[in-house]
């Protein structure tokens, strides 16, 4: 009887990628590292595929956005075949088991020797007539594993090493820099090497509009909505390979183009703005640090973050797809791993308010949200206690965020329903805060640090501001956008301020 071959799909997953990349506090680190893990998988299976035999090579397709997507199914030949990368997973056919374990270490090794500490999860399946089962199959299977998956670390410094101060690992190289020696551990060295030749290693200083003075920056994170949703009912009734492997990829293309180009959209609008913030400068105000599918993460002036993330969230609706967004506000020498886990933080604030049961439109269309905060402590970190500790006034919040992005195209009830979240509200008092003909700038600081004691003081304070000529009406529906306002406009001067009570803790 004739033994039926037997062949494989694999699923791979880096983990940990995010906090690889911000847990140091340096730029050229930061950078270095979103350089170093973009494209990681792929980069690894094609060096795997350089070590072959020159003859054989060609049975190895990795280019999965331009080759023949049926070539594994119609020819035997071909031992191993990328079917898509999508949702920072990569899915990859094999002809057998053996090649299958060849390519896992290699692969696994390969990862760790350029990263240092990046573990690879990989889930394997063989690979029956039918795509759903398979996909479904090797999906629960990775769940299981990442569930049982140890994060493994290299081991830390021993009490008689020297150890980097955020990582724990030992310091391993020496490098000569500005006549100075420099000390760093393996990974941080890593990271330093990858760091493009053509940008300045002070990127983020280059950012802020006047050094000592107003040195606010952003750091913007932008996650899609229900992506994995939206693929599942795409392919939920797709059945075969043949079918289901055009669909996968014309989708996680689609998916990376449209949130590509809207990115792109996005730092063109940055550019056109950087005139107006920084005169004669030569350096951009903005830095992509990722750009993966719907998962995107930037640096930039503070005065550019929020109509930026604004411009991405109305653009990337005419594209057919909804995200939502985090801003975290900081000074310059605030550590920027903090202020990223803060940006995140906005951003599931933002999803979840996106998601509520009332706010979704039809067929469950999620709108898009952004939240934003100002780092003055790294406690900001943990949302939801810092806002219960600093914006909390007898029980009722003094901030309206997260705010709702209203779709340019005909979405009139997903709109209609996010109405009381609508951002141009914000935009209104920020324009009106912004004008010293409506109130002079030292009046609306003065209201902004009166409205956390709470609305008998805001009304108190109403009354003077009218006996000057200056109205302010319903402050019970108002004052929770006039605070939101004020504090994006006086950005600056809360990070000089700090947070005092904060600290003294």
Same mark, same amino acid.
């Given at each position: 009887?004739?033994?039926?071959?037997?062949?494989?799909?694999?699923?791979?997953?880096?983990?940990?990628?995010?906090?690889?990349?911000?847990?140091?506090?340096?730029?050229?680190? %930061?950078?270095?590292?979103?350089?170093?893990?973009?494209?990681?998988?792929?980069?690894?299976?094609?060096?795997?595929?350089?070590?072959? +035999?020159?003859?054989?090579?060609?049975?190895?397709?990795?280019?999965?956005?331009?080759?023949?997507?049926?070539?594994?199914?119609?020819?035997?030949?071909?031992?191993?075949?990328?079917?898509?990368?999508?949702?920072?997973?990569?899915?990859?056919? *094999?002809?057998?088991?053996?090649?299958?374990?060849?390519?896992?270490?290699?692969?696994?090794?390969?990862?760790?020797?350029?990263?240092?500490?990046?573990?690879?999860?990989?889930?394997?399946?063989?690979?029956?007539?039918?795509?759903?089962?398979?996909?479904?199959?090797?999906?629960?299977?990775?769940?299981?594993?990442?569930?049982?998956?140890?994060?493994?670390?290299?081991?830390?410094?021993?009490? *008689?090493?020297?150890?980097?101060?955020?990582?724990?690992?030992?310091?391993?190289?020496?490098?000569?820099?500005?006549?100075?020696?420099?000390?760093?551990?393996?990974?941080?060295?890593?990271?330093?090497?990858?760091?493009?030749?053509?940008?300045?290693?002070?990127?983020?200083?280059?950012?802020?509009?006047?050094?000592?003075?107003?040195?606010?920056?952003?750091?913007?994170?932008?996650?899609?909505?229900?992506?994995?949703?939206?693929?599942?009912?795409?392919?939920?009734?797709?059945?075969?390979?043949?079918?289901?492997?055009?669909?996968?990829?014309?989708?996680?293309?689609?998916?990376?183009?449209?949130?590509?180009?809207?990115?792109?959209?996005?730092?063109?609008?940055?550019?056109?703005?950087?005139?107006?913030?920084?005169?004669?400068?030569?350096?951009?105000?903005?830095?992509?640090?990722?750009?993966?599918?719907?998962?995107?993460?930037?640096?930039?002036?503070?005065?550019?973050?929020?109509?930026?993330?604004?411009?991405?969230?109305?653009?990337?609706?005419?594209?057919?797809?909804?995200?939502?967004?985090?801003?975290?506000?900081?000074?310059?020498?605030?550590?920027?791993?903090?202020?990223?886990?803060?940006?995140?933080?906005?951003?599931?604030?933002?999803?979840?308010?996106?998601?509520?049961?009332?706010?979704?439109?039809?067929?469950?269309?999620?709108?898009?949200?952004?939240?934003?905060?100002?780092?003055?402590?790294?406690?900001?970190?943990?949302?939801?206690?810092?806002? +219960?500790?600093?914006?909390?006034? +007898?029980?009722?919040?003094? %901030?309206?965020?997260?705010?709702?992005?209203?779709?340019?195209?005909?979405?009139?009830?997903?709109?209609?329903?996010?109405?009381?979240?609508?951002?141009?509200?914000?935009?209104?008092?920020?324009?009106?805060?912004?004008?010293?003909?409506?109130?002079?700038?030292?009046?609306?600081?003065?209201?902004?640090?009166? %409205?956390?004691?709470?609305?008998?003081?805001?009304?108190?304070?109403?009354?003077?501001?009218?006996?000057?000529?200056?109205?302010?009406?319903?402050?019970?529906?108002?004052?929770?956008?006039?605070?939101?306002?004020?504090?994006?406009?006086?950005?600056?001067?809360?990070?000089?301020?700090?947070?005092?009570?904060?600290?003294?803790?």
């Amino acid at each position: 009887m004739e033994q039926v071959e037997k062949n494989y799909i694999a699923m791979y997953d880096v983990r940990g990628i995010q906090d690889y990349i911000f847990k140091t506090n340096y730029a050229k680190e %930061i950078v270095g590292a979103s350089c170093l893990i973009d494209s990681i998988i792929i980069n690894g299976l094609k060096e795997y595929v350089s070590r072959c +035999d020159f003859n054989v090579q060609k049975q190895y397709m990795t280019d999965w956005k331009n080759d023949n997507s049926s070539e594994f199914l119609n020819n035997k030949n071909i031992i191993m075949q990328v079917m898509f990368i999508g949702g920072g997973n990569a899915y990859v056919l *094999f002809r057998d088991k053996m090649t299958c374990q060849t390519v896992n270490r290699f692969l696994g090794k390969y990862i760790l020797e350029k990263t240092y500490s990046l573990n690879l999860a990989v889930a394997v399946c063989e690979k029956t007539e039918s795509y759903a089962d398979d996909y479904k199959h090797i999906n629960d299977e990775m769940r299981k594993i990442k569930a049982k998956m140890s994060n493994a670390q290299p081991m830390g410094a021993l009490p *008689f090493m020297e150890r980097d101060s955020i990582t724990g690992f030992p310091i391993t190289t020496m490098k000569r820099e500005y006549n100075k020696e420099n000390y760093y551990c393996t990974e941080a060295a890593h990271k330093r090497k990858a760091f493009p030749k053509n940008e300045s290693e002070q990127i983020f200083d280059n950012m802020i509009t006047l050094k000592g003075d107003n040195s606010s920056l952003a750091v913007c994170h932008i996650d899609g909505n229900s992506m994995g949703i939206q693929i599942r009912q795409k392919m939920e009734h797709v059945k075969f390979y043949s079918d289901a492997i055009k669909i996968m990829r014309a989708l996680s293309l689609d998916i990376e183009t449209a949130f590509r180009q809207t990115f792109d959209k996005m730092t063109a609008y940055m550019q056109q703005l950087t005139p107006k913030i920084k005169e004669n400068t030569e350096h951009k105000l903005y830095r992509e640090l990722i750009v993966a599918g719907d998962d995107i993460t930037f640096v930039c002036n503070a005065k550019l973050a929020r109509s930026a993330v604004e411009n991405f969230l109305e653009n990337i609706m005419e594209q057919g797809y909804s995200a939502c967004a985090g801003i975290a506000y900081f000074n310059s020498h605030f550590p920027f791993s903090d202020a990223y886990k803060t940006a995140e933080a906005c951003c599931d604030s933002a999803k979840k308010c996106a998601k509520k049961k009332e706010h979704l439109g039809v067929n469950g269309k999620v709108g898009c949200y952004m939240d934003f905060q100002i780092c003055t402590n790294i406690r900001a970190a943990n949302l939801k206690a810092y806002r +219960d500790k600093h914006y909390l006034v +007898d029980g009722q919040s003094i %901030i309206a965020r997260p705010y709702y992005v209203p779709c340019k195209i005909e979405q009139e009830q997903l709109n209609s329903k996010n109405e009381e979240h609508n951002i141009t509200q914000l935009k209104e008092w920020l324009k009106k805060f912004n004008d010293e003909q409506f109130i002079p700038r030292n009046k609306a600081k003065k209201l902004r640090n009166i %409205i956390p004691e709470g609305l008998s003081g805001i009304e108190s304070y109403l009354l003077f501001l009218k006996s000057r000529g200056i109205e302010l009406d319903n402050p019970k529906e108002q004052y929770r956008y006039w605070y939101d306002a004020l504090e994006i406009l006086d950005i600056d001067l809360v990070l000089r301020e700090g947070d005092t009570d904060e600290d003294k803790n």
